[in-house]
T-cell receptor
Framework: GAVVSQHPSRVICKSGTSVKIECRSLDFQATTMFWYRQFPKKSLMLMATSNEGSKATYEQGVEKDKFLINHASLTLSTLTVTSAHPEDSSFYIC???????????FGSGTQLSVL | QKEVEQNSGPLSVPEGAIASLNCTYSDRGSQSFFWYRQYSGKSPELIMSIYSNGDKEDGRFTAQLNKASQYVSLLIRDSQPSDSATYLCAVNKGGGADGLTFGKGTHLIIQP
């Protein structure tokens, strides 16, 4: 399957700081990327959908000013958690889909811990 | 009503037996169905995709889809301890623009 790289895999930060997570499609062009969040023993929750060159579409209840998404190229999308708080601590996972393909391929995930 | 429902388990199956995982969905317009495997602390890994009614086999895995009854299942034959994981059912309404809607997952334990 297609390879999606996500960095960092784990980050610990102080409350109030911002954290950037990168998601790259390594061997295909990802016209659409999705960002999910998963709390322990809970299901994946879609946060936002980003299409290359356009503004991200956020799911209801997700603050777009807090979770900044940039999809500047066909191989890179970034999620920035601004002014992080302990309740933002979670497992963040990106996924990517190539043009004309319905399958989603996931990055390895980022475990964010906000102290 | 939840969009995608799965029994959270744990489902315990002896090694070598068939593990049967079930999933129901609420949107009749759903067109694509996927099974992902997720190990603890890791991201989901695609196992199977199925788009039309009937069975689809890939190695030890068989996905079954019944759109009239709105359920999709995953059978794992000759279960191995390494199959122990959480299995996520995911549904796409179609059109290519949406992300997948995931169930909460079924925790499968294969007992040696």
């Amino acid at each position: 399957g297609a390879v999606v790289s996500q960095h960092p895999s784990r980050v610990i930060c102080k409350s109030g700081t911002s954290v950037k997570i990168e998601c790259r499609s390594l061997d295909f062009q990802a016209t659409t990327m999705f960002w999910y969040r998963q709390f322990p023993k809970k299901s994946l929750m879609l946060m936002a959908t980003s299409n290359e060159g356009s503004k991200a579409t956020y799911e209801q209840g997700v603050e777009k000013d807090k979770f900044l998404i940039n999809h500047a190229s066909l191989t890179l999308s970034t999620l920035t958690v601004t002014s992080a708080h302990p309740e933002d601590s979670s497992f963040y996972i990106c996924s990517a889909r190539g043009q004309g393909d319905e399958k989603l391929f996931f990055g390895s995930g980022t475990q964010l811990s906000v102290l | 009503q939840k969009e995608v429902e799965q029994n959270s388990g744990p489902l315990s199956v002896p090694e070598g037996a068939i593990a049967s995982l079930n999933c129901t969905y609420s949107d009749r317009g759903s067109q694509s169905f996927f099974w992902y495997r997720q190990y603890s602390g890791k991201s989901p890994e695609l196992i199977m995709s199925i788009y039309s009614n009937g069975d689809k086999e890939d190695g030890r895995f068989t996905a079954q889809l019944n759109k009239a009854s709105q359920y999709v299942s995953l059978l794992i034959r000759d279960s191995q301890p390494s199959d122990s994981a959480t299995y996520l059912c995911a549904v796409n309404k179609g059109g290519g623009a949406d992300g997948l809607t995931f169930g909460k997952g079924t925790h499968l334990i294969i007992q040696p």
